[in-house]
Every structure is written in structure tokens, then in C-alpha cells.
């Protein structure tokens, strides 16, 4: 194995560690000393790769939003076009949030913690702008080829975010008294209608 591919190995290594730390602990109880350790790195090579806690935790949110991203991109070959895609986009994530429950948790905690923590505050507020930016793009395309009614791309992308975090958090809080997934079809079908 090369030096460069055993530096990916230990990043990747970190990542996972720093995920299941975040998991158990939550992210502002987990310390970079325990990512380390379930790790089985120094924290010399923790800090070669990554120079806070927030890095991680951005990286972490970043791959999981590119994750969707795959599956809408996956979603529009699929479909006949953009609109259907956007609506059925629930069905393919479903499988993605059932995986990776924990990371949903910790997105949200990231969310709370970063509204008044000041060290959480820019990584958040950047995060919240990668989604915003990713779904205008989105709508923007859908307007520009007559999919989606001509809309503020911007604002609509707010309420994608804020009927995602909505959705989450019931989901979370009550798994069995909806069908979540159709749910979330149907609201948006309500909004892009």
C-alpha cells in the first residue's frame, strides 16, 4: 500500500470513528482525544488530516447532502423529468435515511447547536447555504425547462429545507404514525403544484 493510499485509509478511518463517536455521544460531548482513540490514530495524524472537530463534522454533512444529490441525479435519468423527479425523490432516499439514522440525528443536533453556539455558528450557516444553493439549482433548471412553475428558486429551496427538517423530526419522533414517505410525496406534490 502506498503512503498516499494509506493516508486515505486513515482519514476514512477518522471519518468513521468521528461518526460513531458522534453517534453515541453527540457532537459537542465527543472530544477529538475519543475520536482518536476508537480511531487508533495519534492525534498528530488527526490533525494532519483534519484541523477541528467541525471540519469532520462538515465533511460528514457535506458527503451525506452529495449522497442525495446521487440518488436526485439517479432520480431525473430515471424520470421523465425534473418534477417527477423532485416528488418521487422520497423513495429514493428513504433506503439513505433508514441507513444512516445516526448521521440524521447528528445533522439536526448540528443544526440546534449551531444556532447559538458561536464555534458552530459559520459551519452551520455555510451547510445551510450548500442546501439552499444545491436545491435553487435544482429549481432553476426545473423553471428554465418547464417542469416547475416559475418560482423565487430561493425561497422554495427554504421550504425544501424547512419541510426536510419538519419531516426528519417527526420521522424521529413518532417512525410508526405516518407513512413518511408518502407524506413527503405528497407535500410535495402540494408545493410544486
Given at each position: 500500500?502506498?503512503?498516499?493510499?494509506?493516508g486515505k485509509?486513515t482519514?476514512?478511518?477518522i471519518?468513521?470513528?468521528?461518526?460513531?463517536c458522534?453517534?453515541?455521544?453527540?457532537?459537542?460531548?465527543?472530544?477529538?482525544?475519543e475520536?482518536?482513540?476508537?480511531a487508533?490514530?495519534?492525534k498528530g495524524?488527526?490533525?494532519?488530516?483534519?484541523a477541528?472537530?467541525?471540519d469532520i463534522?462538515l465533511?460528514?454533512?457535506?458527503?451525506?447532502?452529495?449522497k442525495?444529490g446521487?440518488?436526485?441525479?439517479?432520480?431525473k435519468?430515471?424520470?421523465?423529468?425534473?418534477?417527477?423527479?423532485?416528488?418521487?425523490?422520497?423513495?429514493?432516499?428513504?433506503?439513505?435515511?433508514?441507513?444512516?439514522?445516526?448521521?440524521?440525528?447528528?445533522?439536526?443536533?448540528?443544526?440546534?447547536?449551531?444556532?447559538?453556539n458561536?464555534?458552530l455558528?459559520?459551519v452551520?450557516s455555510?451547510s445551510?447555504?450548500?442546501?439552499?444553493?444545491?436545491f435553487?439549482?435544482?429549481?432553476?433548471e426545473?423553471?428554465?425547462?418547464?417542469?416547475?412553475?416559475?418560482?423565487?428558486p430561493?425561497?422554495?429551496?427554504r421550504?425544501?429545507?424547512?419541510l426536510?427538517i419538519?419531516?426528519l423530526?417527526?420521522g424521529?419522533?413518532?417512525p410508526?404514525?405516518?407513512d413518511?414517505?408518502?407524506?413527503?410525496?405528497d407535500?410535495l406534490k402540494?408545493l410544486?403544484k
Amino acid at each position: 500500500m502506498t503512503q498516499e493510499e494509506k493516508g486515505k485509509e486513515t482519514k476514512l478511518n477518522i471519518l468513521k470513528s468521528a461518526l460513531e463517536c458522534f453517534s453515541k455521544k453527540g457532537y459537542e460531548e465527543t472530544q477529538v482525544d475519543e475520536i482518536c482513540q476508537q480511531a487508533g490514530v495519534t492525534k498528530g495524524a488527526f490533525y494532519y488530516h483534519f484541523a477541528t472537530k467541525q471540519d469532520i463534522l462538515l465533511l460528514l454533512l457535506n458527503q451525506w447532502m452529495e449522497k442525495i444529490g446521487n440518488l436526485l441525479n439517479d432520480a431525473k435519468l430515471e424520470s421523465n423529468d425534473l418534477l417527477s423527479a423532485i416528488i418521487n425523490l422520497p423513495k429514493k432516499v428513504k433506503p439513505v435515511f433508514l441507513e444512516d439514522l445516526n448521521q440524521i440525528v447528528i445533522f439536526l443536533e448540528f443544526y440546534i447547536k449551531g444556532i447559538n453556539n458561536p464555534n458552530l455558528k459559520e459551519v452551520v450557516s455555510k451547510s445551510y447555504k450548500d442546501y439552499l444553493d444545491f436545491f435553487s439549482e435544482i429549481i432553476k433548471e426545473g423553471i428554465a425547462k418547464g417542469y416547475i412553475r416559475n418560482t423565487n428558486p430561493r425561497t422554495t429551496a427554504r421550504l425544501l429545507f424547512a419541510l426536510t427538517i419538519g419531516l426528519l423530526i417527526q420521522g424521529l419522533i413518532d417512525p410508526e404514525g405516518e407513512d413518511w414517505e408518502a407524506f413527503a410525496i405528497d407535500c410535495l406534490k402540494l408545493l410544486f403544484k
